[in-house]
């Protein structure tokens, strides 16, 4: 029997390439997007979700369940990005950025885990960042949202372990990807104290972006998982010295691992 997979955010990016990706092997895969008009000639269908909607993800699910009478996998891989000066990054962004990255997974989860409880199965990825590991200079607010999904991911774990319901964490480095165009960039003020450091971080971000791997390499990993008895608990994906970096990070003392990323960022 193929496996129904949902894919949050499916349209573009690396929803996309594992959704073609999984399409290709026999999967039956639907993606989201808040606007699914604009996606009429992707290889999969593409439903409408708003992940700070409650009741567009619970209405979400219900279609999927009602038409397929099961739903197997879901990769939480929505987001979006942030960037800035925590001073200067509005309230209101902040909080939206946490509604997106951290609040809307869960609500997503909620919303499949009825039914793969009566199934007695079933997968949850959840899509991260290798930013979640650590404080990165000017996008603190991006990797602390990434971070409590993948510590909040432990303790779900820990909750569903007697419902046969699996759930991991895939965090990435850096994909070549759309992901800067919709990313919120705190203005870069003439004024501000932080105008040099924040310009040339925001450029060497750009940057990491443009030159990043295959996001076919987050497709392989992701098949890997679901073709996996029990998943650990984190993966990570990307460039080699993305992943070591967060190896050091355990074993440099704290101050030596910030000044590498202070030198790595030039500030």
């Known amino acids: 029997m193929s496996k129904v997979v949902l894919i949050t955010g499916g349209s573009s990016g690396i929803g996309k390439s594992i959704g073609e990706y999984l399409t290709k092997r026999n999967f039956i895969v639907y993606g989201t997007s808040r606007n699914p008009e604009k996606y009429k000639e992707s290889q999969f269908p593409i439903l409408t979700l708003d992940v700070k909607d409650v009741g567009s ?7 999927i369940i009602e038409k397929e009478g099961r ?6 891989n929505a987001g979006v990005g942030i960037t800035g000066p925590i001073e200067e990054i509005p309230e209101e962004e902040i909080k939206a950025n946490f509604e997106t990255n951290f609040f809307g997974p869960i609500n997503v989860i909620k919303s499949v885990l009825p039914q793969m409880r009566v199934q007695r199965s079933g997968l ?14 000017y996008r603190g607010i991006y990797s602390a949202s990434k971070g409590a999904l993948e510590i909040i991911t432990e303790a779900f774990r820990m909750e569903l372990k007697d419902f046969n319901i699996h759930m991991t964490n895939v965090a990435p480095g850096d994909f070549a990807t759309n992901i800067a165009a919709g990313r919120f960039h705190a203005p870069l003020l003439d004024k501000s104290p932080y105008h040099k450091p924040y310009g040339n971080t925001l ?5 990491h972006v443009d030159s990043g791997s295959n996001p076919d390499m987050m497709a392989e990993a992701v098949l890997k998982i679901i073709n996996t008895k029990k998943p650990k608990i984190h993966y990570k994906v990307g460039a080699f010295m993305q992943k070591f970096s967060i190896v050091l990070k355990r074993i ?16």
């Not at 993800?57 to 279609?63: D, G, R, S, V």
């Open 203 to 207: 450029e060497l971000m750009n940057s």
């Open 124 to 137: 949850i990825i959840n899509i991260t960042s290798i930013a979640g590991y650590m404080g990165l200079p």
């Open 71 to 76: 739903l197997d996998v879901l990769i939480n």
């Open 57 to 63: 993800i619970q209405h979400l699910a219900k279609t």
């Open 252 to 267: 440099l003392p704290d101050r030596m691992y910030e000044k590498l990323l202070l030198n790595h960022y030039k500030l």
